[in-house]
């Protein structure tokens, strides 16, 4: 099994900076992406950030300039630093993982997800 811990999120005045961090374990061979989702009240669930083999990154247009995704690949680990923060970045953030298991297996994962409030 797989899991993903997500932690970070919290409450922040706008202009301020959050870290969100995702720590996948388990039966991982390796992790080929990592990244976040975002779904605010009454909105569909949307990238914010995406980070995959090479280190390769793909931002949303909304976030681009203000977060900058990361990873930890001795930690199975990835980080989004999110500055600038806008009362339209509120939302619930999920992490999700692309694993391959050792057994050879390649899974998407989810964590559970993290509140982000930005106040004005």
């Known amino acids: 099994q797989v899991q993903l811990v997500e932690s970070g999120g919290g409450l922040v005045q706008a202009g301020g900076s959050l870290r969100l961090s995702c720590a996948a374990s388990?039966?991982?061979?390796?992790?080929?992406?990592m990244g976040w989702y975002r779904q605010a009240p009454g909105k569909q669930r949307a990238l914010v950030a995406f980070?995959?083999?090479?280190?390769?990154?793909n931002y949303a247009d909304s976030v681009k300039g203000r977060f900058t995704i990361s990873r930890d690949n001795a930690k199975n680990t990835a980080y989004l630093q999110m500055n600038s923060l806008k009362p339209e970045d509120t939302a619930v953030y999920y992490c999700?993982?692309?694993?391959?298991?050792?057994?050879?297996?390649?899974?998407?994962?989810w964590g559970q997800g993290a509140q982000v409030t930005v106040s004005s």
């Open positions: 999700y993982a692309v694993v391959t298991t050792t057994s050879r297996s390649t899974v998407h994962y």
């Open positions: 388990g039966t991982i061979l390796s992790i080929n992406a």
């Open positions: 980070i995959a083999v090479g280190s390769s990154t």
